[in-house]
C-alpha cells in the first residue's frame, strides 16, 4: 500500500515540486512549494475525516494534495491535467491499484477552477483545502511598492482558517485582511471564481459554504 508518508518522503517527487515551485518563481507566482503542499494536505485531510469518511480515503486525498501541483513543472497553463498525468506516470510505477490510482489523477485533473469541478469527495476536500491557502509567507516579492494585486492580497491576509460547523452542515473560511495592503473587493477580484468552486465543493459534500472577511459574513 502506498502511504502519504512515502509520496511525502519520495526524492523524485520532492524535485519535481521543487522545480515546479522555482519555474513560478521566474513567472512572478506565489509560493506553491512543499509549504502549500502540506497545508493543503492537511485541511483536505480535516474535512474528509470531520466528515467520517474512511481513513484511506482520507489518505488518497492527502497524496493528491502533495501532487496536485507538480504540473507546473510543464507549464501553469492547464497545470491540473498536465500533474494528473505525471500523477498517474509516478503512481503507477510504485505500484498503486489502478481504482486509487483514478481517484488520486482524476481530483489533481480537477483542482483549478478554470476546469476543474468536484467530481468526488476527494476532489471537493482538495477544491477546498488549495483554494483556502491565502496567507502572507506565500509572497514572494520582497518590495511592497511593487506588489500586484496577487501579492496584495496574499500579504494582507494575517490569518486564515478553515473550519466545519459541529453540526457539520456548513464550512466556514475565515479570513483577518490587513486593509493596509489590500481589501476585500481585491479580494473578489481575483478570487470569486475559486469562491464559486469551493461553494460547489462544499455542497458536494453536502455543506453549506461561508466567506467571513474581518467578521463580516460575505457568503
Excluded at 503542499?37 to 474512511?54: D, H, M, Q, R, W
Excluded at 471537493?124 to 491557502?133: G, H, W
Aim: with cysteine; aromatic share 6%; hydrophobic share 40%.
Amino acid at each position: 500500500m502506498v502511504t502519504y508518508e512515502d509520496i511525502k518522503n519520495n526524492p523524485d517527487i520532492t524535485t519535481y515540486i521543487k522545480h515546479a515551485d522555482e519555474a513560478l518563481v521566474t513567472l512572478g507566482f506565489t509560493e506553491h512549494s512543499l509549504a502549500h503542499v502540506g497545508i493543503v494536505a492537511e485541511n483536505a485531510s480535516y474535512i474528509l475525516k470531520t466528515l467520517g469518511f474512511p481513513e484511506r480515503v482520507t489518505e488518497l486525498a492527502k497524496i493528491a494534495a502533495h501532487l496536485h501541483d507538480i504540473g507546473n513543472l510543464i507549464n501553469r497553463v492547464d497545470h491540473s491535467q498536465s500533474g494528473a498525468v505525471m500523477a498517474f506516470r509516478i503512481l503507477d510505477k510504485l505500484g498503486m491499484p489502478p481504482d486509487e490510482i483514478a481517484q488520486i489523477v482524476s481530483a489533481i485533473g480537477n483542482h483549478d477552477e478554470g476546469t476543474g469541478r468536484p467530481v468526488s469527495p476527494i476532489a471537493a476536500a482538495l477544491i477546498l483545502a488549495d483554494k483556502s491557502d491565502v496567507r502572507r509567507t506565500r509572497v514572494r516579492n520582497t518590495d511592497k511598492s511593487s506588489f500586484d494585486i496577487h501579492d496584495r492580497v496574499n500579504y494582507s491576509v494575517t490569518s486564515s482558517k478553515l473550519k466545519i460547523s459541529e453540526d457539520k452542515t456548513s464550512i466556514t473560511l475565515k479570513l483577518s485582511i490587513d486593509t493596509r495592503y489590500g481589501n476585500v473587493m481585491d479580494y473578489f477580484e481575483i478570487f470569486l471564481e475559486r469562491m464559486v468552486l469551493c461553494r460547489k465543493a462544499a455542497e458536494s459534500l453536502g455543506l453549506k459554504f461561508k466567506l467571513i472577511i474581518n467578521g463580516q459574513p460575505l457568503i
